[in-house]
């Protein structure tokens, strides 16, 4: 009687519901799939998992807090009866699927206005994901009063300024470089430009290409790295250059390739920060500082190529 007590089996935590109750994982995941596609999340991934997990796990974007995949716990579904999962894929999507309404008046939203609202949701979210917790977004009709300025950061009232139509027209990568340049702003804090301070936080936030009108559009420079990447703009192929990291288009004339070397050569030699240390050097040598000698920069960058300051 003492063995028949102790060894008996245990109850399970959660009763299997009976088989013709259940989906077939299968099902379940076609199911999904189109809810996902109905609501706009069709670019979010569908899988099973191992996980013991009850109901739906949603994984989301570490910035931006989009959903990035559901996850169906493979446990759950050999339990639950077909009610319980349909209740908790509902639940799920109606957690992650965009605004349609408005909060305020409960009033349909536009296709526009809802771009409006998500990419808003989105800056937001990179904001405080990026330590800027205390800086707000705000989406107006004009930046700084200008029709052409996509985005811009407000030091004083800590507040990044994003132009409405950008947010209703312009696609994605677009819009999500433009967040991350003017985080990158808010980062570097004020007085600091396009420098080499802003650039650094603007690779550690992502942002692939931190040139100065980097507003979801790619240059033919790749900055990050310190070397030269161009684009196959024109089909003809990407070869590698002499140097490593670095590539060529081989569509391009070569005195079109030429040119643009002189000038990534010219905007390199033109860096404030070199130019600075040049006329320090400058003075060390003829103790005499920069601006009262009467020559120009082009010739202090003459007398460096020529060792002179050395």
């Given amino acids: 009687m003492q063995a028949d007590q102790l060894f008996k089996p245990l109850p399970s935590r959660t009763p299997y519901a009976p088989a013709e109750e259940r989906y077939k994982p299968s099902d379940v995941l076609a199911k ?11 670019r979010t991934a569908v899988k099973l998992t191992t996980s013991h997990r009850e109901s739906v796990t949603i994984r989301t974007n570490k910035w931006t807090g989009e959903a990035e995949s559901f996850e169906v716990s493979q446990m759950w579904l050999l339990r639950a009866n077909r009610d319980k999962v349909d209740r908790a894929l509902e639940a799920a999507v109606d957690r992650a699927k965009p605004r349609t309404t408005d909060p305020r008046t409960g009033a349909p939203l536009s296709e526009a206005e809802q771009r409006e609202t998500k990419y808003g949701t989105i800056a937001a979210n990179y904001l405080r994901n990026a330590g800027l917790s205390e800086w707000r977004v705000q989406v107006q009709d004009t930046v700084n009063g200008k029709d052409g300025t996509l985005g811009a950061a407000d030091y004083g009232a800590k507040t990044i300024l994003l132009q409405r139509n ?23 804090g004020q007085g600091n430009g396009h420098n080499h301070i802003w650039k650094h936080e603007a690779v550690l936030l992502g942002l692939s290409n931190p040139t100065a009108n980097s507003f979801g559009q790619e240059n ?5 790295a310190g070397t030269a990447k161009v684009k196959d703009v024109a089909g003809g192929g990407v070869a590698r250059g002499p140097h490593r990291g670095q590539f060529v288009d081989r569509a391009k004339p070569r005195e079109v390739r030429q040119e643009e070397a002189r000038e990534r050569k010219a905007a390199r030699a ?16 003829f103790k005499q500082p920069f601006d009262e000698s009467g020559l120009s920069i082009p010739e202090l960058l003459q007398m460096a190529a020529r060792r002179e300051l050395d």
């Fill in 220 to 224: 033919d420079r790749q900055l990050r």
């Fill in 270 to 285: 033109l860096d404030p920060e070199m130019i600075e240390a040049l006329k320090l050097k400058y003075l060390k040598k």
């Fill in 166 to 188: 950008h947010l209703r027209t312009a696609d994605r990568d677009a819009i999500i470089s433009t967040i991350q340049h003017e985080a990158a702003h808010a980062k570097a």
């Fill in 32 to 42: 999904l799939r189109q809810w996902l596609n109905n609501v706009g999340l069709s």
